[in-house]
């Protein structure tokens, strides 16, 4: 879901070799009351960028989950990427600002 209202559907992938293919992808801890977002991230291709801060999100943040949405369009991929960062206000964006 997005700040607007707009929900976004994700799914948990089978494996995680992607097509070269434009998308959105969370990462995300799983605790008792579902899913929290600690990175969002939107790229032109899932097989390379999914995976760019995933170590870092495992190893300092105590992620669980990497999760993916496909969507080609870039300028509706970036969009929603804002329309969700508004709502979610993921940790790891905030230092990826600060870069």
């Not at 070269?20 to 960028?49: C, D, I, K, W």
Request: proline share 5%; glycine share 10%.
């Amino acid at each position: 879901m997005g700040q607007s209202g707009s929900n976004y559907r994700f799914g948990i992938p089978e494996r995680l070799t992607f097509l070269p293919s434009g998308g959105h992808f969370m990462y995300a801890r799983q605790t008792p009351q579902g899913f929290e977002v600690l990175y969002l991230g939107e790229t032109e291709n899932l097989s390379v960028g999914a995976e760019r801060r995933w170590r870092e999100a495992v190893e300092t943040h105590g992620a669980s989950h990497l999760l993916v949405r496909l969507n080609t369009s870039g300028r509706i991929r970036r969009d929603e990427h804002d329309d969700m960062v508004r709502l979610y206000d993921p940790p790891m964006n905030h230092l990826e600002s600060t870069r």
